[in-house]
């Protein structure tokens, strides 16, 4: 079984362009999360899709983000325009619906790494 | 003052040493408590998770919570190289969502052969 994928695995754009990171979960979960972890800081949510739709964004940065999962399938994060303090990994993360008996078990993905210079 | 405060290390140990990682914490709302290893380059993942006090168990993994201290343990007896990752702990209010979990900054760990 494919784990949580994403993609670009690195990306390194200038402050003020636009970048995109998608997130395929594991096939099947409806619960989709964002994370992020920037430079010496901890791993902080973003937010939390049940499907398609979001069940908490109360994590997002700012309004320069927006994030979207239609379908309910994959999802995507924007960022736009970038700034500099936005560079850190970016982490989706999956589980399925309902508690599982692994208790709260969410899968990571290996992280989009985005550097803004 | 965070609410989760984990030592960065980096802790280094001979293979096959028993290696303690803690964290505390502040907020009396957590009641389960969590232990992901991370290796490089790679995404968390949930070894261990206790719910409320008390000790678990999982091969050469302990996990301890102590809530009347605020204080959380990760044992690893034996040691082996393939240990070495960075371990974070990482707790929330209840399996309610993983939106509410709040997670340490990460203990570097290396197992020298």
């Known amino acids: 079984e494919a784990g949580v994928t994403q993609f670009p695995s690195h990306s390194v754009i200038e402050k003020g362009q636009t970048v995109t990171l998608r997130c395929d979960p594991i096939?099947?979960?409806?619960?989709l999360y964002w994370y992020r972890r920037v430079m010496g800081k901890e791993i902080k949510f973003l937010l939390h899709?049940?499907?398609?739709?979001?069940?908490?964004e109360s994590g997002m940065p700012n309004n320069r983000f927006l994030a979207e999962r239609t379908g309910g399938t994959y999802s995507t994060l924007k960022v736009q325009p970038a700034e500099l303090e936005d560079s850190g990994v970016y982490f989706c993360?999956?589980?399925?619906?309902?508690?599982?008996?692994?208790?709260?078990?969410?899968?990571f993905g290996e992280g989009s790494w985005l550097t803004v210079v | 003052q965070k609410e989760v405060e984990q030592d960065p290390g980096p802790l280094s140990v001979p293979e096959g040493a028993i290696v303690s990682l803690n964290c505390t914490y502040s907020n009396s709302a957590f009641q389960y408590f969590m232990w992901y290893r991370q290796y490089s380059r790679k995404g968390p993942e949930l070894l261990m998770y206790t719910y409320s006090s008390g000790n678990k168990e999982d091969g050469r993994f302990t996990a301890q919570v102590d809530k009347s201290s605020k204080y959380i343990s990760l044992f690893i007896r034996d040691s082996q190289p393939s240990d070495s990752a960075t371990y974070l702990c990482?707790?929330?209010?209840?399996?309610?969502?993983?939106?509410?979990?709040?997670f340490g900054s990460g203990t570097r760990l290396s197992i020298r052969p």
């Open positions: 899709f049940v499907k398609e739709s979001k069940q908490d």
């Open positions: 993360a999956s589980s399925p619906r309902g508690r599982t008996n692994s208790g709260n078990t969410i899968y």
């Open positions: 990482a707790m929330s209010p209840g399996y309610s969502s993983a939106s509410k979990i709040i």
């Open positions: 096939s099947g979960h409806d619960n």
